[in-house]
Structure formats: structure tokens, C-alpha cells
């Protein structure tokens, strides 16, 4: 689905969208849809060319955790809005007030907004910027590989000093 400004200028567009798993693409090899994402709402053009998108978005994301790899749910349900400003407009500079920021999610071209770019947007949002699969997760360890959550492997991991370091590089 694409918002074109030709027809926001004319109403508002309702929409109601499921993607499919694949549907949307988050450069993010780490991060896949379980099931498909359900985003309904409405978009506007606001006064100043910004085109606003208000909704529900619903669905379930599994990544991998940064620290032992295992998969991570992260099951998204909830409303979002989100503003959008022509590429062109050059007062992009300005400082924005913080409930501006809040909703300010980017910029669109010429003519035009696709919704799986709002969808990817808030999905990113809502994600923590840390996937951990619980605060102490101990990871893979960087001798033999297996995750230290499931064995007690008993690698003593190497640490080089510092100082021994810097004599071998003389
Ligand atoms: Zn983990
Ligand atoms: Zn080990």
C-alpha cells in the first residue's frame, strides 16, 4: 500500500493491511516476522505537507539475542503515530519541540509514502536497542562456541594483557 499525496489532498485513506511474513524487509538479517504483522489506521495531510499515519499495529517478531543467539519473541500490539515531512522542505534544520520529536519519524519523497516504510519505522521503535533473552544471559562462549546458559564448559578464556600486547608488537 503507498499513500500518494495527489490522493490525501483530495481525504483522508483508511487502510487495514496484514503483511505477510517477508512482507517487510528490516536490513536486519537477525530479525523475522512470526506471523503476519495486522496494521490498520488512517493517514492524513496535515497542514504543513506532513503526512501523519495514526493506527494499531499487531503482530509478533523474533530476533536473535546479542549475547547467545537464541531466539527472542517480541510480540508487538499497540497504537502508534507517526509524522512524516516532505523530503524538500528545508526548515528540517529547525529544532523541533520534544512532542514533535516524539512523533517525527522521517521524511518522504515527492509523492509519496509506502506503509511498510511507517510499519518497519515503528517496529524499530518499539524494539529494544539491546535483544537480550534475559538480563543475565552468558552468551556464547568465545573458546568453544557452546552457550554458556546450557553448559558449564570450563574454558579458561585467555585474556592477553595489555602490556604482553604491546612487547609483541615491538
Ligand atoms: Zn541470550
Ligand atoms: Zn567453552
Redo the contacts with the bound molecule.
Sequence with gaps: MFFSVKELELHKVPFQVEFPPGGIEFFDPKLKQARPLEVSGTAQLDPMEEIRVRGHLKGLLIAECDRCLEPIEFPLDGDFDLCYRPAESDWGEEPASLSEQENDAGFYDGNGLPLADVVREQVLLWLPMQRICREECKGI?P????N?NEIE???LVERIDERWAALKNI
Design positions: 562462549c573458546q568453544c562456541g557452546q554458556r564448559c570450563g574454558c
